[in-house]
């Protein structure tokens, strides 16, 4: 049984709603946070990683992702801008999925895009919710600006937007690699003691 109450607007929704939106502010916000801080502490490795997936200016796209991700992360754990922080976390994961997991199919196990539609659908879903009672644009009195539709239009139209204009202006589709040759099971290599 839940507890219908009227909310500020006048809608009636469900008591535990803002318990809700925490625990999804709280769940990516720290995941972002966490692969922000990652790409922080590996600096160089991380910019050797967006060089190989076919970045140019690698070591900025390291500096950038990691400033985005933390930013992000900060401003959906405390409930500020949120949907302008929904769109900078759906701009994440839309480059992640056309320069790294698109062409592997769906499911996460073969590097699919699972994980990054699944994250961009709760940013998306966050920000047309809103942040709920514990936040600052509720004291700022922003949570309920524009409807829900519209916040999660702008969460996901800014974001791909923004995706779409790094990928035009950093990132080029980087030569396939050859794979490794596998010993050719007739030979000397290939025989096995």
Known sequence: MGYHVKARSGR??????GLARLIL???????MIAHGARHARTLDGTARWFESIGF????????????????AG??????????LAASAVVG???????TVHRPNGYFITPE??????????????????????????????LDN??????RA??????????????LAAFWRRPPQRLAEPKPDPDTEEGLVA
């Open 145 to 150: 600006a524009g409807s829900p539709w519209r």
């Open 112 to 141: 699919g895009w699972e994980y990054v539609g699944f994250i961009s659908a709760s940013a998306v879903a966050l920000a047309a919710l809103g942040p709920g009672r514990f936040s600052a644009d509720r004291l700022l009195g």
């Open 153 to 166: 239009a702008l969460a996901a139209g800014l974001g791909i937007g923004g995706a779409a204009v790094q």
């Open 92 to 98: 994440t994961m839309a480059v992640a999925y056309r």
């Open 12 to 17: 009636v929704g469900h008591k535990s709603s």
């Open 25 to 31: 502010r709280a769940a990516l916000s720290g995941t």
């Open 74 to 83: 900060t401003a959906l754990a405390g409930g500020a801008a949120t949907p």
């Open 56 to 71: 140019r200016q690698p070591r900025l796209q390291a500096q950038l992702s990691a400033a985005v991700e933390i930013g």
